[in-house]
């Protein structure tokens, strides 16, 4: 597997914040990507863990609008066609996009996951309030978004 790097890079795309992209090298191809993206191409991307497993989709991306920053990606896992699906707000530095498979990989194990911090989509937590926001960025073992400068 190669890093995807841009020029004047040293072969690692990590920024601190972000999410890493593997799995393609450099082609300037004259428009976005997969630096830069709409927000809703993301949308209905698989997630998948390291070991392959299917962990769900992005259902939304998030946007801390104050900041300017994403705040997180919405996980929708468990269900049967969109039905019964729990939600997880996931930290945008803990997925990595896997460009060439055009899906998005979560370090976590599957029955980990079925116990992360969660919500239905009629009852959305608030990002805002800080105790939720810090127990679900600690569960996934990522610095909260709002402490990177």
């Known amino acids: 597997m ?18 890493r992209i593997i799995n393609q090298e450099y082609e300037y191809n004259g428009g976005p990507g997969p630096d830069v993206m709409a927000a809703d191409t993301l949308q209905g991307d698989k997630v998948v863990n390291i070991d392959g497993d299917d962990l769900g989709n992005i259902e939304n991306i998030m946007l801390d609008v104050r900041g300017g920053r994403i705040a997180y990606a919405v996980l929708s896992f468990g269900g049967v066609m969109g039905i019964g699906d729990k939600l997880f707000a996931i930290p945008w530095e803990a997925l990595t996009l896997d460009a060439d498979r055009e899906c998005f990989v979560l370090d976590i194990d599957k029955e980990r996951l ?17 105790s939720w926001a810090t127990e679900v960025y600690s569960y996934y073992n990522s610095r909260p978004y709002w402490k990177n400068s």
């Open 2 to 19: 190669s890093a995807y790097t841009t020029p004047g890079s040293s072969g690692s795309s990590r920024k601190e914040g972000g999410a």
């Open 114 to 130: 079925k116990n992360a911090p969660g919500f239905d989509k009629d009852h959305w937590p608030s990002m805002a309030e800080p």
